[in-house]
């Protein structure tokens, strides 16, 4: 696409910018520290978005894996702890688990797994080619479902924290990385988001409060992760909803009314119409030209504003925006998961390999065509199959009347 007003998209300045995300920050990240994890999903599924993870070395790759699975939450071997177990945002507490370790021998008292985290690092994983093995589902599951609150809602971590509608798109991001929904209590989690939805169409963190595009975009990808968006709402609804999210374009996208664009909403906002069919219909070019204008044309990066500094997060969010519009060759992205087609396209691929192993343990009999159960097993059908259809062929055919 032609760009106009001297703004150019520049590739090479973004690949850096995500590669020395992992390697070295700013000083001005020292508070964003025991949330590691989320800031390495930024730079390794930006570097996806770039087509460029083959910047990473496999040794790096590597590297990354086993730092995440570093930082899960595993159960003691009492399981006085499934509780808490996920993923942990970092080592700041002083806790890591050694990778190859399944059972801790004790669990500390303040170490536990935050939901945010655990959604990032499964998807860090996925985006890195992982397999998932040596994830403990059962413990992340069912840490996950402890933090399902009376109404619906999920709260963070299980010694107390916010709870909102973030955490109800983490969690069903969880399952579907996990491939089982069980832990959610799906009418309650339907409940809490059809409450939160405003009058004029948005939706906020809760009841009552006011509409903003994270939370309208959490709120709808939640919807379609539980197959519930065209249940919960009409198309009348949906139409409302549509225009609240158009009316957030000035020349990129705001957060909410009578506020000034963001970068970040260009994924937020754009994500939202995307999923229910209607980003077509806000201004590309527009959109394209506010977020060239947040590059950062020495280091690379997005900023939030024009003349802002460039964060990991913006500049995540930047390259998503652009994406969706099908610009500037960038990876293609599921908008509800927040990761690239590719990655998800093998997350799928893991599902199906789970699936496959499942029924063979459950059912070797139908699994193993080479067996001589399964060589029975057909050879019953075959003569059940012959009872059925030799007297009808007899009787059309035989040429009496």
């Not at 906020?204 to 309208?216: K, M, N």
């Not at 500049?315 to 992205?333: A, D």
């Not at 691929?349 to 067996?371: C, F, I, V, Y």
Request: hydrophobic content about 35%; overall charge neutral; glycine content about 8%.
């Amino acid at each position: 696409m032609a760009e106009s007003n001297n703004l150019k998209f520049d590739k090479d300045k973004h690949i850096r910018f995500f590669t020395r995300t992992l390697q070295v920050l700013p000083s001005r990240y020292e508070v964003l520290d025991s949330n590691r994890l989320t800031i390495a999903f930024f730079a390794v599924s930006g570097l996806d978005v770039l087509n460029s993870l083959n910047k990473l070395s496999s040794s790096t790759k590597k590297e990354i894996i086993d730092w995440i699975y570093s930082l899960q939450v595993v159960p003691d071997k009492h399981g006085s702890n499934k509780r808490k177990c996920g993923f942990r945002g970092s080592t700041t507490n002083g806790v890591t688990t050694h990778k190859d370790i399944k059972v801790a021998e004790v669990a500390h008292t303040f170490d536990s797994g935050h939901i945010a985290m655990t959604y990032t690092g499964l998807a860090c994983l996925i985006i890195l080619g992982d397999d998932l093995s040596r994830v403990d589902k059962t413990a992340c599951l069912e840490g996950l479902k402890a933090l399902q609150l009376k109404d619906g809602s999920f709260e963070s971590t299980l010694d107390g924290s916010e709870n909102d509608m973030r955490f109800i798109y983490c969690a069903s991001c969880i399952c579907t990385m996990l491939d089982d929904f069980s832990p959610i209590n799906e009418s309650l989690a339907v409940s809490y988001i059809k409450k939160s939805k405003s009058y004029d169409g948005g939706f906020g963190q809760g009841p009552g409060q006011e509409s903003h595009g994270g939370s309208t975009y959490c709120a709808i990808s939640s919807l379609l992760l539980l197959n519930q968006l065209h249940n919960a709402f009409s198309q009348k609804e949906i139409m409302r909803l549509q225009r609240w999210c158009l009316n957030r374009q000035k020349s990129g996208f705001h957060g909410r009314p009578h506020k000034d664009d963001d970068t970040c909403y260009s994924f937020w906002i754009g994500a939202s119409l995307k999923l229910i069919g209607s980003l077509e219909l806000c201004d590309w070019h527009e959109n394209e030209q506010y977020i060239i204008s947040t590059q950062d044309s020495v280091i690379g990066g997005f900023g939030k504003w024009p003349q802002s500094h460039p964060d990991a997060l913006h500049g995540y969010m930047g390259l998503c925006g652009l994406s969706m519009m099908g610009m500037h060759n960038l990876s293609p992205i599921n908008p509800a998961l927040n990761i690239t087609q590719r990655a998800s396209d093998h997350m799928f691929s893991l599902h199906r390999t789970w699936h496959e192993e499942k029924l063979k343990n459950q059912s070797p009999t139908l699994t193993d065509a080479m067996g001589t159960h399964f060589g029975t097993t057909v050879m019953a059908f075959v003569i059940g199959l012959g009872a059925v259809f030799l007297p009808w062929i007899y009787s059309n055919f035989s040429g009496s009347e």
